[in-house]
């Protein structure tokens, strides 16, 4: 049995994740701030569902009911489908 700090210390001194941490990292307070665009009118609504990647089921049954009652729709991924005979 292998000790979980002898593993994680082997995976650590693997490559040089320090260097290129220090190589790589942006601190957002040096980052120049960037300009506010202009909201584009020319833009349908059903456009920028499609683009955040809403599809009408999405809009029917849960955008609609929070946005009427104000509370999240409760459902499960994948197929309520029973299995046939």
């Given at each position: 049995i292998v000790s979980?700090?002898?593993i994680k210390s082997e995976i650590a001194?693997?490559?040089?994740y320090k260097n290129w941490l220090?190589?790589?990292q942006l601190i957002l307070e040096d980052l120049k701030p960037v300009e506010p665009r202009a909201l584009r009118r020319d833009?349908?609504?059903l456009d920028?569902?499609?683009?955040?990647g809403?599809?009408?089921e999405d809009t029917?049954?849960?955008m609609s009911p929070m946005a009427t009652t104000g509370q999240e729709a409760v459902g499960s991924m994948?197929?309520?489908?029973p299995i046939s005979a």
């Open positions: 979980d700090e002898e001194t693997r490559h040089p220090a190589n790589t833009v349908s609504l920028r569902q499609q683009a955040f809403y599809t009408q029917k049954l849960l994948g197929t309520d489908t």
